[in-house]
């Protein structure tokens, strides 16, 4: 249940009342955007990533109404505000819902996410559950807490999802974040997995999307100090140190500091995958290759080279010259 005074989803008429005045050219959380050359770069790049990976996932659902999740982090506010700019301008036609939920953490602001919503005229829902004690109590000290936090969050989200009538959860994980999940999986984990920009729940009656999966971390953290979005800091996992995605995330940022633009050509490996380079037989029929199959290998993939160098240099060099 909400713990709003006021019905739980509040939905404002977004549509500007006068057309044609300059506050009425763009979103309510537009209205005091920068009107610099560089951020109006940065927010068509943006824009241009979001509608790609909806594009290229087909991320379309029957009734067309999004849960957006948000947290108070950047990267959950430039979700919201570039799907909200992309309904603005015609783009998007889907019906989007706002919503926190509140895991009574001591010292949570409860009060800045209603008022952002509310300043913006953003249709929004707060869920209060308390699941910071559950994690709290279940997790000894020292471990992390991520893997039970981000179960309880999910189911709790996929019931609000269905209580106001959503059929897709929309998530603010972004490029870097799918990157270092490959890195955990591999080196933790032992597969090669990551989290995928689409998904349909384990219940089969929703959908799960990931828009922010071809947007760089550092642009969506210029977006949201130029936006200047009220963040609130994690203080559960946020609090925990040595972490191993805060490892991952050190070992890539190093790698990229002293090649740079090696992260993007890594990113791009998650969307071309030789299963006959690899040793699944589960994704690719060894025992039943011969001689007389007509199936062909590819020479330059294989060997100690592997064609990485000439592979890399074509992406590095077709990367910078968008």
């Known amino acids: 249940m909400s713990d709003l005074a006021t019905p739980s989803v509040v939905e404002p008429a977004l549509q500007p009342a006068i057309q044609g005045e300059e506050d009425d050219l763009c979103h309510p959380m537009f209205r005091k955007a920068p009107s610099s050359v560089a951020f109006k770069k940065l927010r068509k790049r943006l824009l241009r990533n979001v509608r790609a990976a909806m594009d290229d996932f087909n991320m379309t659902t029957r009734k067309q109404k999004f849960l957006v999740c948000l947290s108070g982090g ?27 939920l509140d895991q009574a953490q001591p010292g949570f602001p409860s009060d800045v996410l209603p008022r952002f919503f509310e300043e913006h005229e953003i249709p929004y829902h707060i869920e209060r559950q308390d699941t910071y004690s559950i994690v709290k109590e279940k997790i000894p000290e020292g471990k992390t807490y991520c893997s039970l936090c981000s179960r309880l969050r999910r189911g709790n989200l996929y019931r609000v999802a269905r209580e106001h009538g959503c059929d897709a959860v929309l998530l603010g994980h972004h490029r870097d974040d799918m990157l270092e999940t490959f890195f955990l999986n591999l080196m933790h984990g032992g597969r090669l997995a990551t989290m995928p920009p689409k998904l349909k729940n384990e219940e089969g009656d929703l959908m799960l999307f990931r828009p922010l999966a071809y947007c760089e971390e550092s642009d969506l ?46 990113f791009r490996a998650l969307s071309n995958i030789r299963p006959s380079h690899m040793l699944d037989p589960k994704l690719f029929d060894f025992q039943g290759l ?33």
């Not at 950047?74 to 926190?100: H, M, P, Q, T």
Request: hydrophobic share 40%; charged share 25%.
């Open 74 to 100: 950047k990267d959950s506010y430039a979700l919201l505000a570039l799907l909200l700019d992309l309904k603005w301008r015609g783009v998007l036609d889907a019906d989007l819902l706002a919503c926190n």
């Open 221 to 266: 953290e210029k977006f949201a100090t130029l936006m200047q979005f009220p963040i609130i800091p994690c203080d559960l996992c946020g609090s925990q140190d040595g972490l191993q995605r805060q490892q991952v995330k050190a070992m890539l940022q190093g790698f990229e500091a002293q090649h740079k633009g090696r992260t993007q050509v890594m």
């Open 290 to 322: 011969s001689i007389d199959d007509e199936r062909a290998g590819a020479d330059d993939d294989d060997g100690e080279g592997c064609g990485a160098v000439s592979a890399l240099a074509e992406s590095f060099l077709a990367m910078h010259e968008d």
